[in-house]
Structures are given as structure tokens and as C-alpha cells.
């Protein structure tokens, strides 16, 4: 199954990278080499965004602040014994960080843009690429401050025990927390 989404993924890639060059070939315009390289560099930024997507989606981390502490929490609700007014808390929560999660990410990808722009100029405005960088990097810490704050107002929702019994859970394999428990 994996090797077909890949194996499509790359396909559809080749097949978009072919339709841009054969719409520069069409238009009969000679293009320099230059050109050429701009547009796979394009290409390469563009795959290696797509990709990390991918990756932070299938791939499990193994970084604690990487979880997604309170989803995991409202999956085995009934294994920690959640309340009603709790599972609606959490819910609330998640909808709340998942809402301000979406508009950090447009805002990162926007000055990612920003800095292309800077980069592609000539000649390099050096300060101005210094500036962005480093507000793109303070979005990015905004937002594990952010995902590491929700977590914690998620784990406050929790009654003593039910924290043990999260704990007890967080030491499983990944796996196992991810499918449905069947009788033994």
C-alpha cells in the first residue's frame, strides 16, 4: 500500500515537472540553463515541503512535544475513564489548537514565500533575509510553545489517577495505542 502512494506520488510529480517543461517548450522560447535550474531548484523545494508533510504524517516521532496528547486521550477515553464535561473540554481544546495551528502554518508558509522572493532578488539583501529567517524561526517556536501549551492545559483536565493511567499508556508501544482493543 505504501509503495503505491509512493510510486503514484512520484509519477504525478514527473508528469507535472514534464507538463511545465513541455509548456516551455510550446511557448518556442529558448530558455538558458539558468532557467532550467531555477525551476528544478523550484521543483526541489516544492517536493522536499511536500514530502515533509508526508513524513510528519506517517512516520511516528519519537519526540514528546510530536504527540498528539490530547487525541490520544479522547481515543482511549474509556480507558482513562474521561467524564463527560472532560471529553467535551478536551474536545474543545483540540478544536481551539487544531484552528490556531492552521493559521500559524499559513503564516510560516507565507514568509517561507517572503524569503524566496529575497533570495531570488539580486542582487541579496542580506539584512532583509536575516530578518525573515529569523521570524520565520520565531513562528516555528511559537508554535511548539503552542502545541506544548495545549498539551499541558489538555494533561490539567486529568484527575491524578487518570494521569497515572495516561502515563501507562504513553509507555505502550505506539502501535497498540493506535488500534482497537479486542478481547484476549
Do not use: C, H
Amino acid at each position: 500500500m505504501k509503495t503505491r502512494v509512493v510510486s503514484a506520488l512520484l509519477i504525478t510529480l514527473v508528469i507535472l515537472a514534464a507538463a511545465s517543461l513541455t509548456g516551455k517548450l510550446d511557448a518556442m522560447e529558448p530558455f538558458s540553463r539558468q532557467e532550467l535550474v531555477q525551476s528544478w531548484d523550484d521543483l526541489g523545494r516544492e517536493l522536499e515541503g511536500i514530502f515533509g508533510r508526508w513524513r510528519d504524517y506517517f512516520v511516528p516521532t519519537a519526540s514528546r512535544e510530536d504527540r498528539a496528547l490530547i487525541s490520544m486521550m479522547l481515543r482511549n477515553r474509556e480507558k482513562l475513564g474521561l467524564s463527560t464535561d472532560q471529553v467535551k473540554k478536551l474536545e474543545q481544546l483540540r478544536s481551539e489548537f487544531q484552528k490556531d495551528s492552521i493559521r500559524r502554518d499559513a503564516d510560516l508558509r507565507v514568509a517561507e514565500m517572503d524569503l524566496t522572493s529575497l533570495l531570488d532578488a539580486q542582487p541579496v539583501d542580506m539584512p532583509k533575509i536575516e530578518a525573515k529567517i529569523r521570524e520565520i524561526e520565531k513562528l516555528r517556536a511559537d508554535a511548539r510553545i503552542a502545541r506544548i501549551r495545549a498539551m499541558e492545559r489538555g494533561k490539567e483536565q486529568l484527575t491524578a489517577d487518570q494521569r497515572k493511567k495516561l502515563q501507562d499508556l504513553l509507555a505502550e508501544p505506539r502501535l497498540t495505542r493506535l488500534l482497537p482493543q479486542v478481547d484476549r
